[in-house]
């Protein structure tokens, strides 16, 4: 199986920056998507960011710029470099890996990292 582990959360003033990793550890062979998802109080879970294996990025729509989501294959981490932060970026902030294939040749699918708070104040 896969573990994935998030690290960076805290408290921002709205303007500020944050950065999130996120490591990927287990039976691993290679991950084809990478990404951050966040999920506010009484809100649905939401795409931040994705990236596939091979660089590919998609953003949510409220990013706008903001965001930029990077990873290092060799190593199975995740980052997610936030700048210009608002209020409502408030929320937890939860790592993805989808489509892991492992050394023996499986093929897994959507694991879910604990999930770390962001808090943007005004």
């Known amino acids: 199986q896969v573990q994935l582990v998030e690290f960076g959360g805290g408290l921002v003033e709205a303007g500020g920056s944050l950065r999130l990793s996120c490591a990927a550890s287990g039976s691993i062979a290679s991950i084809n998507v990478m990404g951050w998802y966040r999920e506010a109080p009484g809100k649905q879970r939401e795409l931040v960011a994705s990236?596939?294996?091979?660089?590919?990025?998609k953003y949510g729509g409220f990013v706008e710029g903001r965001f930029t989501i990077s990873r290092d294959n060799t190593k199975n981490t995740v980052s997610l470099q936030m700048n210009s932060l608002k209020p409502d970026d408030t929320a937890v902030y939860y790592c993805?890996?989808?489509?892991?294939?492992?050394?023996?040749?499986?093929?897994?699918?959507?694991?879910w990292g604990q999930g770390t708070q962001v808090t943007v104040s005004s």
């Open positions: 993805n890996a989808d489509f892991v294939r492992t050394p023996d040749q499986q093929l897994l699918f959507e694991f």
């Open positions: 990236i596939s294996e091979r660089g590919v990025t």
